[in-house]
């Protein structure tokens, strides 16, 4: 079946540790994106890829690190600059398409804690 | 993008309709609205979208006003199951990573 796999579904960090969310997908897509979601809140994006070897900051990036060299798999790293990880991350993507309506398809979360 | 307004919570009794409404008074013209759903410790699901037309599809309908600055989420046979966050969303119909996913409104299912 086609779709977002997110890995760990739990993960821990330790202080001054970096950590790296693995993200792959099998749709195709060009795009994808990561966004972080703290209890009771909405979703705010980190970072996004539009296409291989090339990414964006969204509006929460600092403390952060992605990289695109594969079209299925864009993983995240939560480095030890950022002070308060600990966060529901959600990995998602999209088709963009000329004139066409785009829809997120996400995957399952990673939930992130601080040791 | 408009900024939506949605309730923060509501309850509804299974196997009736559940009625979402969203406010998106700013919405220019070439804008759609969509919806998506999380179920808790999931990620969002796609429901449904639309322009000014009223939509339907196997999951919900979505009714728009005429004026376009209103539109209601209706799930016609609300299960426990639709028990979720509501997310409204009013963008452009590309540019999907930019849509902002605020608080939504918490659906209450009830036995």
């Known amino acids: 079946d086609g779709g977002i796999t997110q890995s760990p579904k739990y993960l821990f960090r330790k202080e001054g540790q970096n950590v790296t969310l693995s993200c792959e997908q099998n749709?195709?897509?060009?795009?994808m994106y990561w966004y972080r979601q703290d209890p009771g809140q909405g979703l705010r994006l980190i970072y996004y890829?539009?296409?291989?070897?090339?990414?964006q900051k969204g509006d929460i990036a600092e403390g952060y690190s992605v990289s695109r060299e594969k079209k299925e798999s864009f993983p995240l790293t939560v480095t030890s600059a950022q002070k308060n990880p600990t966060a529901f991350y959600l990995c998602?993507?999209?088709?963009?398409?000329?004139?066409?309506?785009?829809?997120?398809?996400f995957g399952s979360g990673t939930q992130l804690s601080v040791l | 993008d408009a900024k939506t307004t949605q309730p923060p919570s509501m309850d509804c009794a299974e196997g009736r309709a559940a009625n979402l409404p969203c406010n998106h008074s700013?919405?220019?013209?070439?804008?759609?609205v969509y919806w998506y759903r999380q179920i808790h410790s999931q990620g969002p699901q796609y429901i449904i979208h639309g322009l000014k037309n009223n939509e339907t599809n196997e999951m919900a309908s979505l009714i728009i006003t005429e004026d376009r600055k209103s539109s209601t989420l209706i799930l016609p046979h609300a299960t426990l199951r639709d028990t979720a966050v509501y997310y409204c969303i009013v963008r452009v119909a590309t540019n999907a990573g930019k849509s902002t996913f605020g608080d939504g409104t918490t659906l209450t299912v009830k036995p």
């Open positions: 890829s539009q296409i291989v070897n090339d990414f």
């Open positions: 700013t919405i220019s013209g070439n804008e759609y």
């Open positions: 749709l195709n897509h060009d795009a």
């Open positions: 998602a993507s999209s088709m963009p398409l000329t004139g066409q309506n785009e829809k997120l398809f």
